[in-house]
């Protein structure tokens, strides 16, 4: 059981606007920035989006990212198929003082 | 270009010791980051393990920490990570990642699948 909670699945078609939810409480996402990682089959993960909504340099701006509250979400435009991935969230807990992930969210492109 | 990568058994025996190594290039491990270890459960998601400053300075997931130990060896450019003792449900892939404040796990090695088997 994942500290913040993610949808097991999501799906969308080429070219298609996809929404990853990620959902916390007030000790991790209501106090503290969001994270968002990808993670291509039999690859390490990688960092997609830092405090929220910034991008890394080298990712596209196809992806975003928000936060209201207690819940954040990733965002996908002009999905393709190389988009196909698991996607995690994170973020520090304040009152388990841990890092912590969401259960991950596989993409499916079909 | 900073590169991370993981070495160490991928067989280990139950209550035995597991002992992975982060072999670190293209920066130093004394530069201002943390240096951190994550794991995955096969067909599971990630967990954070801990990470190590330069100095010494160490976090741990409170639910792992009395059984992990993270250590830094500055003149090899490289920092570990001890585990004792091991059961089944420590098999896993272990990544060891670099991350700042603002970007944790900005970077991270390819991972080592460890096995914990009779």
């Known amino acids: 059981q994942s500290v913040l909670t993610q949808p097991p699945s999501v799906s969308g078609t080429p070219g298609q606007r996809v929404t990853i939810s990620c959902s916390g409480s007030?000790?991790?996402?209501?106090?503290?920035?969001v994270y968002w990682y990808q993670q291509l089959p039999g690859a390490a993960p990688k960092l997609l989006i830092y405090r929220n909504d910034q991008r890394p340099s080298g990712v596209p701006d196809r992806f975003s990212g928000s936060k209201s509250g207690t819940s954040a979400s990733l965002a996908i435009s002009g999905l393709r198929s190389e988009d196909e991935a698991d996607y995690y969230c994170a973020a520090w807990d304040d009152s388990v003082s841990n890092r912590v992930f969401g259960g991950g969210t596989k993409l499916t492109v079909l | 270009q900073v590169q991370l990568q993981e070495s160490g058994p991928g067989l280990v025996k139950p209550s035995g010791t597991l002992s992975l190594t982060c072999a670190v290039s293209g920066d130093s491990i004394s530069s201002n980051y943390w240096w951190s270890w994550v794991r995955q459960s096969p067909g599971k998601g990630l967990e954070w393990i801990g990470e190590i400053y330069h100095s010494g300075i160490t976090k741990y997931n409170p639910s792992l920490k009395s059984r992990f130990t993270i250590s830094v060896d500055k003149s090899k450019n490289q920092f570990s990570l001890k585990l004792s003792p091991v059961t089944a449900a420590d098999t896993a892939i272990y990544y060891c990642a670099r991350g700042a404040v603002v970007k944790p796990f900005e970077y991270w090695g390819q991972g080592t699948l460890v096995t914990v088997s009779p």
């Open positions: 007030s000790s991790n996402i209501g106090s503290d920035y």
